[in-house]
């Protein structure tokens, strides 16, 4: 089964500071890759799908990046509001495979 | 608006069963697939399996072939998860989650969750 590893685990940050978060597939997807959000308590949200579409109402300091094995989430300026863990997931194939997850707080 | 409705928390002994609905709304219920995803306490989301709502076809996670079966009932427009031999590894919150009509993979809504604990 394809592994997808996310770096770093966890991320220290300031709010407007740009944020990037990195997705490894350990064989290449394509470009299907989806990231969610999971705030404290919440349920997962899809925020972005094709590796680069926003998902409908997902702000737009929120973007995605990468094809085949290597992606990247980035959040362009960071709100109080982002703190959260965040999750790629490969879905070109079952098994539907997460990654680890990178949970984001706020400096 | 589409909806995923779970049933409610559950306490298990070990080596019991146990067994999760998802009742869907607001869309047509065997134009999706539906996954469940678990997450357990202070962990990340594990993938457990996938069900075609029209085709009754199911995918499952390798670690639990055997111990999960994943079916649905049209007539009510409801999703089932029944995981078998329950350990203590097992206590975790289980969500139903839909997957698009272009991707079975890429859940676009998710159930409110439904938290499991597996004690004696």
Not at chain 1, 51 to 59: I, K
Not at chain 2, 63 to 70: A, D, E, M
Not at chain 2, 108 to 114: F, I, L, P
Request: aromatic share 10%.
């Amino acid at each position: 089964d394809i592994q997808m590893t996310q770096s770093p685990s966890s991320l220290s940050a300031s709010v407007g500071d740009r944020v990037t978060i990195t997705c490894r597939a350990s064989q290449g997807i394509g470009n299907y890759l989806a990231w969610y959000q999971q705030k404290p308590g919440k349920v997962p949200k899809l925020l972005i799908y094709a590796a680069s579409t926003l998902q409908s109402g997902v702000p737009s300091r929120f973007s995605g990046s990468g094809s085949g094995t290597d992606f990247t989430l980035t959040i362009s300026s960071l709100q109080s509001e982002d703190v959260a863990t965040y999750y790629c997931q490969k879905y070109n194939s079952a098994p539907y495979t997460f990654g680890q997850g990178t949970k984001l707080e706020i400096k | 608006q589409v909806q995923l409705v779970q049933s409610g928390a559950e306490v298990k002994e070990p080596g019991a069963s146990m067994k999760v609905s998802c009742k869907a709304s607001g869309y047509t219920f065997t134009s999706h697939g539906i996954s469940w995803v678990r997450q357990a306490p202070g962990q990340g989301l594990e993938w457990m399996g996938w069900i075609s709502a029209y085709t009754g076809n199911t995918n499952y996670a390798q670690k639990l072939q055997g111990r999960v079966t994943i079916t649905t009932d049209t007539s009510t427009s409801t999703a089932y998860m029944e995981l078998r031999s329950l350990r203590s590894d097992d206590t975790a919150v289980y969500y139903c989650a839909r997957g698009t009509i272009s991707a079975a993979g890429k859940f676009d809504y998710w159930g409110q969750g439904t938290l499991v604990t597996v004690s004696s």
